[in-house]
């Protein structure tokens, strides 16, 4: 490595030590690594939607040595076959609640144990624990009182897997009437940078059948399964990925076409307001939390170094110093992990190219004037990663149209999509949704999460 790349390597890793020491969770930390601490805690929320057993994370937190990505690893994938190993060994006619609920947690740690292996993309693993995590995922959800069904709609140029949960699957073996001829709200959620349609179940899924309504989740190019089975990475044209999914929900007769909600989370607060801009049968948005640039909030974090390598176009140069931040032990996890999740997901092997592509992908003045339908801004007080002040910005551009609501930490909602307290972030974001459909006239500043 040259020695001007050693200088950009070791002025990156100072930055975002920093930055990490100086923000990391306030919430008690699973690991001395400030990124795996995070992770740790976002795989135990998903203890409150059936997806994992604070008692299984905190033994993982306690095997995992903090930094090491094949510990990582290791003890997730060790959990999850063993939980697998239990799921198959139960009767399933007799017992379906107990295995099923086993399905979801080996599912859960299947998808962990990928986390951190993007950096080499020819990891057959990438490929074999997300086959293992779907297949138990799809199980389980088999062993639900109404099942939900899968399906490939047909975009420009790719497919659109999406999951269809009818309002009458709620909870933990509650089981509403069907009700075919009736025609429910739906709401469409996405995820962002890294996260699937499987985990979103747990954290918001359950809650929206719950309320009655129908609930799809999807996947667009970038995301897990559309990146590893057809190997596209993020577009632009995010309204190419919903549309079609808005068509689709129209030709139900189980769908209120005038009731259609599209929900964003974490890089899906960029996608969702995104495609709304330009499909405007949307009724809501809401956009967990707001984020206008994914991009800006990067660079908002680097060495000034390293951001005008970029902005000289140097590309040769910019590329071998970001791959060898990305291979750089001594470097912290957060930044390598992010450069690596990002030649993954934009399904490049050029840092330049990625970085190129995702600046692309971003809000502004213009493209947030065309959405025309109530949008819900959440910010979280401590959130990190959206930061920056982008969800109030994103709620100025909005103006009226805009419901800002910051999540407070000193009830434990202050993290990056509120992780850990999914109670109250679907509490605030859906009874406002409620209040949308129901025609009710709204606030525009909810701070503190008191809807």
């Known amino acids: 490595m040259r020695i001007t790349n050693t200088f950009f ?25 400030p990124e795996f601490a995070f992770l740790l805690e976002e795989y135990m929320s998903l203890s409150n939607g059936g997806g994992a057993n604070t008692g299984e994370v905190l033994r993982l937190a306690s095997q995992i040595t903090a930094g090491d990505f094949e510990s990582w690893y290791s003890e997730f994938k060790y959990m999850a076959d063993s939980l697998h190993k239990k799921a198959d060994a139960i009767d399933k006619k007799r017992f379906p609640v107990s295995a099923r609920d086993a399905y979801f947690r080996s599912a859960s740690y299947y998808r962990g144990a990928d986390f951190f292996l993007h950096s080499n993309q020819s990891d057959p693993r990438i490929f074999s624990l997300w086959d293992s995590a779907l297949a ?49 709200p739906t709401v469409i959620v996405g995820s962002g940078y890294d996260g699937s349609q499987e985990a979103l179940y747990h954290s918001i899924g359950r809650a929206i059948t719950e309320r009655g309504w129908n609930y799809v989740s999807y996947e667009g190019p970038g995301q897990p399964t559309v990146r ?22 129209e030709s139900r007769p189980d769908v209120d076409a005038q009731k259609i909600a599209l929900i964003g989370e974490s890089f899906g607060g960029t996608l969702a307001p995104m495609a709304a801009s330009r499909e405007h049968r949307i009724s809501a948005v809401l956009a967990i939390d707001g984020l206008m640039s994914l991009f800006k909030a990067l660079t908002s974090q680097l060495p000034d170094a390293l951001n005008n390598l970029f902005a000289s176009g140097n590309s040769e140069v910019f590329d071998e110093t970001m791959l060898g931040i990305m291979n750089n032990a001594t470097v912290p996890t957060q930044f390598r992990w992010v450069i690596a999740q990002g030649l993954w997901s934009f399904n490049t092997t ?69 992780i850990g307290t999914e109670a109250q972030l679907a509490q605030v974001s859906l009874d406002w949704l409620g209040d949308v459909w129901d025609g009710m006239k709204l606030p525009n500043n909810i701070t503190g999460g008191a809807y």
């Open 9 to 33: 390597v070791l002025g990156a890793a100072y930055v975002l030590g920093q930055q990490q020491e100086d923000s990391s969770s306030i919430i008690y930390q699973l690991s001395s690594d």
């Open 136 to 184: 138990d995922f799809d199980t389980a959800t088999s062993l639900l009182p109404s099942p939900p069904f899968r399906k490939n709609l047909t975009g420009d140029g790719f497919d659109i897997p999406i999951m269809f949960f009818p309002a009458a699957t709620v909870g933990h073996g509650n089981h509403n009437a069907s009700r075919p001829q009736e025609r429910i």
């Open 350 to 418: 050029s840092p330049f190219e990625w970085f190129t592509r995702l600046s692309k992908i971003a809000l502004d003045e213009e493209i947030v004037a065309n959405i025309t339908c109530p949008t819900f801004v959440g910010d979280g007080e401590h959130d990190t990663l959206a930061g920056s002040g982008q969800p109030q910005e994103l709620a100025a551009a909005l103006g009226s149209l805009a419901t800002y609501n910051q999540f407070k930490q000193d009830l434990g909602a202050g993290e990056h999509c509120q």
């Open 228 to 249: 590893r089975q057809q190997k596209i990475g993020f577009i632009p044209n995010w309204w190419d990925v919903v549309t079609p999914i808005v068509d689709y929900l």
